[in-house]
């Protein structure tokens, strides 16, 4: 193909990706499968790769994101991001709008619109094309995410429409969409689990609300994580000079016709009565929608009139937002679980009489730990208010004391493990009890194994939850050592007993031939996965998968993990003291030595090979060995000690007469400096290095 028809190409993949994002992300509305689109965006991108001179910021390939930003600068803004006065109440409301009338007289109308639970976000379109995307920031500046914005694709990154203004400013509301934020919280829960951290802290680290969520997307670094990440935008507000609209309402439908996405539920009424009808509309109907919504904004229609009435010192006076209290409702506590997790961690759960709550029904909220119960003075049989404002799952508020029956016990923390009988122990400092009997407790044993097995570590899909129970009930495995011990005529033919749901039967499976093959089959394959994910496997706390990989490259086998003092394991990239501290205290315990020597008997993986990372470049660093301190611009600490291996060099954890070079960052250990300083060790900056290495 020559060059002519590949930009033509180009030009037409650009123009119809554009409209089917269009399509899809504004008018929900899509003309191709996903795998079409997937199809030809993987078209668009290899051609423009291949003739980088028909490069185009506006192509739709960009919205992948690759761009860093490592600081969002401040800018000013042209036109100041003013806040809105709130109000959760209906006499404020009217108040109002009697001041208005009092003011301009009662010929006038009002535009209602959802509150976006959101970031605000002002977009500048120079002759069509985006140039500029600012938060709100201060009203006055606020920080340029232009790169990041681009990545979002229900917004446009070039106009085509005629009628375009040569400059404008379109105001708008990036959020993300709940069930974006569902996945994604989802996705790290899972991971959490599988890395060992306590429901507890898994509640922690987990997106607290879409809000906060759409925010710290806004300003990660990677602009390639946050293209996954299913951000969107709704747009509300337009800008600019000599614009030719007299109303608000209009301005918006044209900026719609122009591709922007705005709500279609923006309504103009005549009068407060409309505004109160639109209130109480949206305050059970937003419930449905796939995004957040925490008010309603009323504003005043004319744009005459809008200057007119002008502005206070930090908000409009023609415009307010009413904001809806999050919905709580009271239903029974009909009783409290408590859950077992693979560290032994128990968490509570309140078990309630279903109850409708923000468009789910409601039968379990988590009570976190024994605190939480005493805080809230819980007794048997109580109606308790439960709420899910911006929290991922609903929680008890309060305790409907009117309700409470004479004579109610109060509910007490168990004091024993409901799966093993084990007495409890509660670490001082710590919220979370825990069964400390590791040894023997089912949910803690089969978690393990569960988690040794799982996708992210040995990936034995063979095998799965149904089967490690089955496997463990018949006593045929304890650890995932035992796994590497089965043999044919172990699993041929073992029984297992379904339980029916409530009015059905019971049902027996068991093992026929081919799923044993399959099995013995998946288990003899993970003798070949890699050594860091056989450490990510055997479940040491708070080590997931880039932790692991993380310490494999720094310590390159098994053996040296597990001598490795806390002083040198915090040597290795990203492993701060908790980190280190769980994987001493984990190699403490015989059962977890006896564990890898069982699993190293069995052919598994206990070294570092990844080939990218061993490939040989040079001998030039021969006979030298490093030590390499602090943080650098170009490359991490296990960077730069890959590069010094891969051309001969050898890697020193600490400074002594045997040391060659000290390869010094930013924040360098000063005891090293000192020590490298009274030996006479060369103290070499990172390009100092590049250069020894280019020679």
Known sequence: MDKKKIEERILLLRKELD???????????????????????????????????????????????????????????????????????????????????????????????????????????????????????????????????????????????????????????????????????????????????????????????????????????????????????????????????ETHYDSIQKAKEWGFRISEHVRTVDDRQGVFDYINKWDKARSGLSFDTDGVVIKVNSFATQEDLGYTAKSPRWAIAYKYKSESVSTELLSLSYQVGRTGAITPVANLAPVQLAGTTVKRATLHNADQIEKLDLHEGDFVFVEKGGEIIPKITEVDLTKRKKGATAIRYIDKCPECGTALERNEGEVLHYCPNNLGCPPQIKGRIDHFISRRAM?????????????????????????????????????????????????????????????????????????????????????????????????????????????????????????????????????????????????????????????????????????????FSNFSRDELKLLIEQHGGKNLSGISSKTNFMIAGEDSGPSKLEKARKLNVPVISENDFLQMIAK
């Open 19 to 245: 409209e089917h994002n269009h399509h899809y992300y504004v008018e929900s509305n899509p003309i191709i499968s996903d795998r079409e689109f997937d199809m030809m965006l993987e078209e668009l991108i290899k051609l423009e790769k291949e003739n980088p001179e028909f490069f185009s910021s506006e192509s739709a390939s960009q919205r992948v994101g690759g761009e860093v930003t490592k600081e969002f600068k401040s800018v000013k803004h042209k036109y100041p991001m003013l806040s809105l006065s709130n109000t959760y109440s209906e006499q404020d409301l009217t108040d109002f709008d009697e001041r208005i009338r009092k003011s301009i007289g009662d010929d006038f109308s009002y535009v209602c619109e959802l509150k976006f639970d959101g970031v605000a976000i002002g977009l500048t379109y120079n002759k069509g094309r985006l140039i500029r995307a600012l938060t709100r920031g201060d009203g006055i500046q606020g920080d340029d995410v232009t790169a990041n914005v681009r990545t979002i694709r229900s917004i446009p990154l070039l106009l085509s429409n005629k009628d375009v203004p040569e400059e404008f400013e379109i105001r708008g509301e990036i959020i993300m969409p709940r069930p974006a934020f569902d996945r994604i919280n989802s996705e790290m829960e899972a991971q959490l689990l599988e890395d060992g951290y306590d429901p507890e802290e898994i509640a922690e680290r987990l997106l607290k609300n879409p809000r906060n969520a759409a925010s710290g997307t806004l300003k990660m670094q990677d602009s390639k994580i946050v293209a996954k990440r299913g951000l969107d935008c709704f747009f509300y507000a337009l800008l600019g000079e000599n614009l030719p609209f």
């Open 459 to 631: 990936n034995i899909d063979s095998l799965g939850e149904g089967k490690i129970e089955m496997l463990y009930d018949h006593g045929l495995i304890k650890t995932p050592a035992d796994l590497y011990k089965l043999q044919e005529s172990d699993l041929l033919g073992l029984e297992k007993i379904i339980e029916p749901e409530e009015g059905g039967k019971s049902k027996k499976i068991s093992l026929q031939k081919k799923s044993v093959a399959n099995i013995l089959s998946g288990i003899e394959a993970s003798k070949s996965v890699p050594f860091e994910r056989v450490l990510y496997a055997i479940g040491i706390r708070y080590v997931g998968e880039t932790v692991a990989k993380k310490l494999a490259i720094h310590f390159r086998n098994m053996d040296a993990i597990m001598h490795a003092p806390l002083e040198e394991l915090v040597l290795a990239d990203e492993i701060g003291d908790k980190i280190a501290q769980s994987i001493v205290d984990f190699f403490k315990q015989s059962r977890n030595i006896a564990l890898v020597d069982e699993l190293k008997k069995s052919g598994l993986q206990m070294e570092f090979a990844g080939e990218a990372q061993l490939e040989k470049l040079s001998n030039s660093l021969e006979g030298k060995a490093f030590v390499v301190s602090g943080v």
